[in-house]
């Protein structure tokens, strides 16, 4: 038997499936301790918990949820940034918008490690002159470029196969709801406070942050789902599996055409 056939079957290959389960597992267990610390601080009273309430909370800068989040996005960038690598020898001339797309997750990585939107915010300030569902200034900005790159990348959007446009438009639309659409309700929460309260936090605007925080996690993790079985289709590996044997039919008939595909110089 050849080396490199030896070389695969031996191989361990970790499923988009179990990929996409374990990113849940991880999502649920931080949503779980987020939940709870919610319960001691808003039902018992106790904002720090031995520094529990800081480490859990999905509002809070620099603990676990925000990792997690840094690894989703980074993820991302480096799957987009594979991509950007396999469609510019597949598909020359529609390339450049999976580096574009690689950078601007690398962008959000660095964002969500060191809070650069609020720092834009504070440049910005708070301005009487824009509604209230723009509360938080960075959102002017931030929408700006979103636009921007929308229109610019819309012709290399429809150029997708249809599975990929659904679904980079599903996790797309769902990271977007909670990144945008819960910052500008919350906008409007905090807006109708008394910005003169001794407790700036409120129940109602933890659970709002608790959602924005959720929909952002569950949209990366999906997208990364999304890109990890367009690898498979296109006949690519990419990474290393946990699992030896899939188990759902949808990864059986990834797993075969993986296998064709290598054995016919790793394209269909």
């Known amino acids: 038997m050849p080396k490199t056939e030896t070389a695969l079957k031996d191989m361990i290959t970790l499923t988009p499936s179990a990929v ?18 919610l319960f001691v601080s808003h039902a018992l009273g106790y904002d ?8 859990f909370h999905f509002d809070f800068e620099n603990n676990l949820p925000t990792l997690y ?10 799957l987009l940034f594979v991509s950007w690598r396999i469609e510019r020898s597949d598909k020359p001339g529609l390339h ?27 440049l910005i300030g708070r301005r009487s002159d824009v509604p209230d ?24 959007f429809f150029r997708l196969d249809r599975w990929t446009q659904i679904w980079f438009a599903i996790s797309g639309s769902i990271y977007l709801f909670g990144a945008v659409g819960m910052e500008m309700i ?8 008394d910005p ?12 709002m942050a608790t959602f924005e925080e959720s929909m952002e996690m569950i ?48 394209r269909y």
């Open 96 to 122: 450049l918008a999976w580096l574009v797309l690689s950078f601007g997750f690398l962008f959000m990585f660095f964002d969500e490690m060191f809070g650069i939107h609020e720092m834009a915010g504070s």
């Open 133 to 156: 569902v723009l509360h938080f200034t960075w959102l002017i900005p931030y929408l700006a470029a979103l636009g921007i790159i929308a229109v610019a990348l819309s012709f290399w």
């Open 196 to 207: 003169n309260r001794e407790e700036w936090r409120t129940l109602t605007g933890d659970l």
């Open 20 to 37: 996409l389960s374990l990113l849940s597992l991880c999502f649920l267990a931080l949503l779980a301790a987020n939940t709870a610390v």
């Open 219 to 266: 949209g990366l993790s999906l997208f990364i789902y999304t890109l990890s079985r367009r690898f498979l289709r296109l006949g690519r590996v990419i990474g290393v599996t946990l699992v030896r044997v899939p188990h759902r039919a949808s990864d059986v008939r990834a797993s075969r055409r993986f296998e064709y595909a290598n054995k016919n110089g790793g």
């Open 186 to 193: 919350s906008g409007v929460h905090y807006s109708s406070l």
């Open 48 to 55: 720090i918990a031995l520094g529990l309430v800081p480490l």
């Open 69 to 78: 989040s840094g690894i989703l996005l980074v993820s991302c960038a480096a």
